[in-house]
Every structure is written in structure tokens, then in C-alpha cells.
Nanobody, 129 residues
Framework: QVQLVESGGGLVQAGGSLKLSCAASGRTFSSYVMGWFRQAPGQEREFVAAISWSGASGRTYYADSVKGRFTISRDNVKNTVYLQMNYLRPEDTAVYSC????????????????????WGQGTQVTVSS
């Protein structure tokens, strides 16, 4: 079992920045896919970013809406994945959740909910105009 706990959400003005963290515990794993998704009220959960790590190298993926503004990164020692969010917009307001899949995968399904086996509870991000 893997437990995921997000932190770092909050209220920020448009143009500001936040850094989300997702701490994983319960199992150690050297190869994985970690993703960030978000869900605004009345909307479906949507993909934000993901990182696929094979133990020696990785690959990152981003939704078009966040490319150039958000950066996903990982600290394997701390078993933590981060989402640095810059130039935030009101439309970025949502509950952000991280998700994990054990084992390496690199392909189009990194943006799909069905790929992931474990989910965190989410953290609220609110961007005011």
C-alpha cells in the first residue's frame, strides 16, 4: 500500500506562485509514475502534470494549459513529488490531487485517471483575480 499526502495549497493572487508537495509513504519504489490532477467545482478531474521515473532517468508530461508555467519534480530520498506553479490564473483554481502508479510507464495514458492506483486527498488552490 502507498499513502499520498498533499500539502502546499492556499489562496494566492493571479500572477503569483505556489509549490505543492506530495509525500509518499508505505512502500519504497524506484520506478513509478506520479501525477498531478485537479478538479474544479462542477467539472471533471483533469490532468495537470506527471513524471515517469525508471530509477535512473525520468520523463515529464504537462497539460497544454500549464506548459511553461508549472514544473513537476521529484526528490527520491524524501519520496516526494513537487508541483511548482507560477503565473497562476483564476482558472487554475481547483482541488489538486496527486496520484501514483508503481512501475515505470511512458506513454499517453499518463494523463488518464485509470493509470493510477493510489490517490491523495487533495489540497485546495484558489487564485483570486
Amino acid at each position: 500500500q502507498v499513502q499520498l499526502v498533499e500539502s502546499g495549497g492556499g489562496l494566492v493572487q493571479a500572477g503569483g506562485s505556489l509549490k505543492l508537495s506530495c509525500a509518499a509513504s508505505g512502500r519504497t519504489f524506484s520506478s513509478y509514475v506520479m501525477g498531478w490532477f485537479r478538479q474544479a467545482p462542477g467539472q471533471e478531474r483533469e490532468f495537470v502534470a506527471a513524471i515517469s521515473w525508471s530509477g535512473a532517468s525520468g520523463r515529464t508530461y504537462y497539460a497544454d494549459s500549464v506548459k511553461g508555467r508549472f514544473t513537476i519534480s521529484r526528490d527520491n530520498v524524501k519520496n516526494t513529488v513537487y508541483l511548482q506553479m507560477n503565473y497562476l490564473r483564476p482558472e487554475d483554481t481547483a482541488v489538486y490531487s496527486c496520484a501514483a502508479r508503481l512501475g515505470y510507464y511512458s506513454g499517453p495514458d499518463v494523463s488518464t485517471v485509470r493509470l493510477y492506483d493510489y490517490w491523495g486527498q487533495g489540497t485546495q488552490v484558489t487564485v483570486s483575480s
